[in-house]
């Protein structure tokens, strides 16, 4: 497989993530946030592209062969494809969703006597259960930053919302537990990091907030929030 595909796509995906788009997706009450929603999606189009082009490249190749080579690329697309559909529809995008985007039609030259014909040729590619799995795992972290954002910008309904997601999303790791690959058992805690965290701060709104100006909720949360360990986060 090129490596060059693979960095433009883990590109593609990091540009969903930056600061200042970031920063307004995880808001609900701007005015344009279906115009940012739509934004996000054509983003995630150009995204489903680089990976057509990496289904094109490994055409009749073992994909498990070449598996670690783009799996960190998939993980991060599960995790921006997944945090799209909850700000949309506050609901867990399934594998079978995601993978019926990953569809592509692409023109299959034949050559005929003296000349060549072109017939549609359609290419699939099968994200696998643990791709997405650690994806929707580092899903949990992204909700938890959106939990913060939706605090300081005195959105004081969010927070609880993540927190049912959030504990519907941990208690199905915790049916999968060790038995499941190791990869997967490993993000479970860092998942249950991001669950303290926005449980943590649904306690402190339920319990002190009205204690404390909401301009300075945020600043409680964000400091507890990093005292989570970078290395975990990124395990």
């Given at each position: 497989?090129?490596?060059?595909?693979?960095?433009?796509?883990?590109?593609?995906?990091?540009?969903?993530?930056?600061?200042?788009?970031?920063?307004?997706?995880?808001?609900?009450?701007?005015?344009?946030?279906?115009?940012?929603?739509?934004?996000?999606?054509?983003?995630?189009?150009?995204?489903?592209?680089?990976?057509?082009?990496?289904?094109?490249?490994?055409?009749?190749?073992?994909?498990?062969?070449?598996?670690?080579?783009?799996?960190?690329?998939?993980?991060?697309?599960?995790?921006?494809?997944?945090?799209?559909?909850?700000?949309?529809?506050?609901?867990?995008?399934?594998?079978?969703?995601?993978?019926?985007?990953?569809?592509?039609?692409?023109?299959?030259?034949?050559?005929?006597?003296?000349?060549?014909?072109?017939s549609p040729c359609v290419l699939?590619?099968?994200?696998?259960?643990?791709?997405?799995?650690?994806?929707?795992?580092?899903?949990?972290?992204?909700?938890?930053?959106?939990?913060?954002?939706?605090?300081?910008?005195?959105?004081?309904?969010?927070?609880?919302?993540?927190?049912?997601f959030l504990r519907q999303i941990?208690?199905?790791?915790?049916?999968i537990g060790n038995t499941g690959?190791?990869?997967?058992?490993?993000?479970?805690?860092?998942?249950?990091?991001?669950?303290?965290?926005?449980?943590?701060?649904?306690?402190?709104?339920?319990?002190?907030?009205?204690?404390?100006?909401?301009?300075?909720?945020?600043?409680?949360?964000?400091?507890?929030?990093?005292?989570?360990?970078?290395?975990?986060?990124?395990?």
């Amino acid at each position: 497989m090129c490596p060059k595909t693979e960095d433009r796509t883990r590109s593609e995906i990091r540009g969903l993530y930056e600061p200042e788009f970031s920063r307004h997706f995880c808001i609900q009450s701007v005015p344009d946030v279906e115009e940012i929603l739509n934004e996000a999606e054509v983003k995630l189009d150009g995204v489903r592209q680089k990976i057509g082009q990496i289904a094109e490249e490994l055409r009749g190749e073992d994909l498990h062969q070449f598996h670690r080579a783009f799996t960190p690329g998939i993980q991060e697309y599960v995790e921006a494809v997944s945090f799209h559909h909850f700000i949309r529809h506050r609901s867990l995008i399934s594998l079978e969703e995601i993978n019926a985007r990953l569809v592509f039609i692409r023109d299959n030259n034949k050559a005929v006597g003296e000349g060549t014909f072109s017939s549609p040729c359609v290419l699939t590619f099968q994200i696998t259960p643990t791709d997405y799995l650690l994806g929707v795992a580092d899903l949990t972290g992204e909700l938890m930053r959106m939990c913060i954002s939706s605090v300081g910008n005195g959105d004081m309904d969010t927070p609880f919302q993540l927190s049912g997601f959030l504990r519907q999303i941990h208690d199905g790791f915790s049916l999968i537990g060790n038995t499941g690959p190791y990869e997967v058992s490993k993000k479970l805690h860092t998942l249950r990091q991001s669950l303290g965290k926005v449980e943590d701060a649904c306690y402190t709104l339920r319990v002190r907030g009205s204690e404390i100006p909401k301009h300075m909720l945020a600043d409680v949360f964000s400091s507890r929030a990093a005292h989570i360990d970078p290395d975990d986060a990124m395990a």
